[in-house]
């Protein structure tokens, strides 16, 4: 009798010990911020924290042609051995949009055979600007342009006491807009463009034809070319845009046009051309500027994309292929608009402008569309300037940055490029000054 009252004053002090150190785990667990599911511990007994039960795999249904399965749906419940009954589906009486379901793709009216290929705000393509000069038929040339670096040289276009004033737009941008030890790229690159765009603007005295231009957000953008034996669009909302009420000069000459015929344009096979581009049966062939007919600013002038959102982030190389890509679009829906869908070299070049910016790093591009004849490698090619990674600054810091008890970077604006906003402000007074 003694022995078994003995065993079960043992068995209660295991239990109670098991509880203590379970209780002991689930504290740390509160203080480390993690989880006790999932994790063993050796202290305990391996049986607090064991595999969860299989998933049970659905059994698919076996259909036999001339027999009726027979069913519990006569009682009511569940009956085992009988099969589950098949109802058909209910539908509603009214429109419910939290339980709509959309037809097929094949039952949509704009359903196609032949597939497109569409290039948006979120795609990264894998061969970066190669990729889009194919996609584009396009010649690259480094570097801005002569008539745009004359411009950026002049003093003359230059802002009243340009370098203080850019710097303190860095600095309103990146210290004095936001609370944060370290305002994110979401916060401060708009902001930065913005502020750029007003010192821009502040010359409108000097250059009054800066009067009749106007910026655009949230428009719509769709273009549509044929490439070889595909179908490739460029759609979607992207950035902000600089309208005029006259178009770009162009900036390459006649002689210097008909010359890219000679050009052969760079391959990267085995890759095929359309890789990360989205591909859909359900689209409409259409080229649309985003601006309705008898709008007064019917000209792109230049594309402006600050980097927003972590979601979809580029990178460098993918962001001016995105570049390309778009200034492509905005030219080649204006020339559709002009001279219609016919395939054919253009009379007029159509020039458009593009500057992308992270807030520190900016990107600049100017596309010439000089043929619509985009189907064959052959015969004249489109032209593209580009001008890469121009940083604006080096560091902008609100707390100096200390390693080894010495001060690497110190607090504050570091490192001012004034060649990066002179080449900025260039591309924005082209074709007014």
């Known amino acids: 009798m003694s022995k078994v009252i003995t065993h079960g004053f043992k068995t209660t002090q295991l239990v109670y010990t098991l509880n203590h150190f379970v209780q002991r785990s689930r504290i740390h667990s509160r203080l480390i911020g993690q989880n006790v599911a999932g994790h063993r511990f050796f202290s305990i007994s391996g049986c607090l924290c064991s595999r969860g039960p299989p998933q049970r795999k659905s059994t698919p249904a076996v259909h036999i042609p001339g027999l009726e399965p027979i069913t519990y749906a006569d009682r009511m419940h569940y009956v085992p051995g009988l099969a589950k009954p098949m109802f058909p589906r209910w539908e509603r009486g ?3 949009p939290h339980h709509y379901i959309g037809p097929k793709n094949a039952e949509m009216p704009l359903y196609k055979e032949k597939p497109c290929y569409i290039f948006h705000q979120k795609t990264s393509v894998l061969e970066g600007v190669r990729q889009a000069l194919w996609l584009t038929k396009s010649k690259l040339i480094k570097g801005l342009p002569s008539q745009i670096l004359s411009l950026a ?28 030890n370290r305002p994110t790229r979401q916060r401060f690159c708009p902001v930065l463009l ?64 008909a010359s890219t015929a000679d050009y052969v344009l760079e391959t990267f096979y085995p890759i095929s051309p359309t890789i990360d581009l989205q591909l859909t049966h359900v689209y409409q062939e259409k080229s649309h500027t985003g601006f309705e007919e008898g709008y007064p600013y019917p000209y792109a002038h230049t594309l402006f994309l600050p980097e927003s959102g972590q979601a979809y982030r580029l990178r ?20 559709q608009a002009l001279y219609g869908t016919q395939p054919q070299v253009l009379e007029q070049p159509v020039v458009v402008q593009c500057v992308a910016t992270n807030g520190r790093v900016f990107q600049f591009a100017v596309f010439q569309l000089n043929t ?14 580009l001008e890469e990674d121009q940083p604006l600054y080096d560091y902008a810091k609100v707390r100096p940055l200390i390693r080894k008890r010495e001060v690497q970077v110190p607090a504050g604006l570091a490192g001012y490029r004034p060649d990066t906003f002179k080449k900025f402000l260039a591309l924005y007074l082209h074709g007014a000054a």
């Open 194 to 257: 913005d502020d750029l765009l007003h010192l821009c603007r502040t010359v409108q005295a000097k250059h009054p034809a800066l009067g009749r231009r106007m910026l655009a957000e949230n428009y719509s953008l769709a273009a549509c070319w044929s490439r070889g034996e595909d179908l490739f669009q460029v759609r979607g909302k992207n950035g902000i845009l600089l309208n005029s009420v006259s178009p770009l000069p162009a900036v390459a000459g006649k002689e210097e046009v």
């Open 94 to 96: 009214w429109y419910d």
């Open 316 to 335: 460098p190389e993918q962001l001016r292929a995105k570049m390309v890509m778009f200034a492509f679009g905005n030219a080649l829906a204006r020339a």
């Open 372 to 385: 619509t004849e985009l189907g064959t490698d052959a015969g004249v090619k489109n032209m593209v300037w």
């Open 153 to 180: 040289e002049d003093t003359a276009n230059h802002v009243e006491n340009q370098d203080e004033r850019v710097q303190q737009a860095i600095k309103h941008a990146r210290f004095w807009d936001t609370t944060e």
